[in-house]
C-alpha cells in the first residue's frame, strides 16, 4: 500500500511517500518570505504553496522512489489552518486522485501531529508508539490541547487553550524581545545558556483542564516595559535569564496541566506532539516529571514535530486500513475539530 500525503496548513510545503506503513520521503519546504512581517500572512502563503507544490511532490516521489501509477491513495490535511493555504493542497490532491482513479483520503492536522508517534522510517524500521489509552499533548502554534487517546482514530479533547496557543505565547515573547519569526526555536536556544529562576512571571490559572496564554503575554510586555525603564540595555545584558524565565513559565504552565490529566483519567501513558514539542525544555521536564510519576514517556523525533507531510501520510495508513475515503466534492475546514 503506498500513500502520497500533502500538508499545506500554514507556512510549510510538504509531501510525503509512505510504503505499506513506512515513510520513505518526508519533504518539507519553508516559507521564509513571513519572518520580515513577523508573523504567517495568509495571502503569501498561499502564493508560496502554489510555488512550491509540484516541486514538492516531485521530490517526495522521486526521494522514494515511487511511480505516481503506483500510488493506492493520496491523503491530505483538509484544516485546521489557514482557508487559502488549504485550498492549494486540497485541490492538489483531488486532482492527482482524480486523474489516478485512486481513492482520497482527508487527514484532520491535529490528529496527524498525534499520530506521529506511530510513523516509521528507515532509521527506526518497528517504532511502536504509545499504547492505547494514551494521553497526548499538542502544542502548537495554532492549538494546545489535551487529548485523551483511544484507538488511532478514536480522540478526544479533555482540555484546551481558551485564548492564545502556547506556540504563539512563545513566538509573541520572542517577538517583544525584538527577535524574529518564529521566535519559539530561538527562546529555545538563548534559554540553553540561562537561567530559569532569574526572573518571576505571574500566571493566570484556569479552572479544570483548560489553558490561557494570553495573560502571560501581557505580563512579559509589561516586565519588559518597567525593567527598560530603569535599564534601556536590560534586553540586551539579560537575554539568556529572560528566554530560560519565559520558558521555565510557559513548561510549568503546560506541565501542571497534564499532571492533573494524568491523575483524574488514571492513565500512565503520555506524549506530547506539535512544534512546541520540540522544545527542548519541556522535552526535558516531562522526562524529569514522568520519571518521578512513574509514567510512560513518548517525545516524537524532531524532525515530526513540527508540520510535515509524514504524519499527514501516517494517519492517511490508518484511515486507509478503515477504507474512510471522501468524494471530489470535500472541501477543507479552517476550524476543523479534532
Ligand atoms: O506544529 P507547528 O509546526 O505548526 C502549527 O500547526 O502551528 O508549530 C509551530 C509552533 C510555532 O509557534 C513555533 O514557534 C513553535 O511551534 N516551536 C517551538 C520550537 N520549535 C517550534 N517553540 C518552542 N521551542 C521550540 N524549540
Ligand atoms: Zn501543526
Known sequence: MIVLAIESSCDETSAAVLVDGQIRSNIIA??????????????????????????????????????????????????????????????????????LNIPLIEVNHMQAHVLAHFIADAETPYAKGPGFPFICLTVSGGHTQLVRVDAPLDMHVIGQTQDDAVGEAFDKSAKLLGLPYPGGPLIDRYAKQGNPLAFKLPTTEMPGLDFSFSGIKTAIMYFLRDKTKQNPSFVADNLPDICASIQHTLVQMLLTKLKRAMHETGIRQVAIAGGVSANSGLRTALNQLGQDQGWNVFIPKFEYCTDNAAMIAMAGYFKYQQHDFVGQDISPLPRLAL
Open 30 to 99: 519553508t516559507q521564509l518570505i513571513h519572518e520580515q512581517y513577523g508573523g504567517v500572512v495568509p495571502e503569501l502563503a498561499s502564493r508560496a504553496h502554489q510555488q512550491h507544490i509540484v516541486r514538492v511532490v516531485a521530490q517526495a516521489l522521486a526521494e522514494a522512489k515511487v511511480a505516481k501509477t503506483d500510488l493506492s491513495a493520496v491523503a491530505f490535511t483538509r484544516g485546521p489552518g489557514l482557508l487559502g493555504a488549504l485550498l492549494v493542497g486540497a485541490s492538489f490532491a483531488k486532482a492527482m486522485a482524480l486523474g
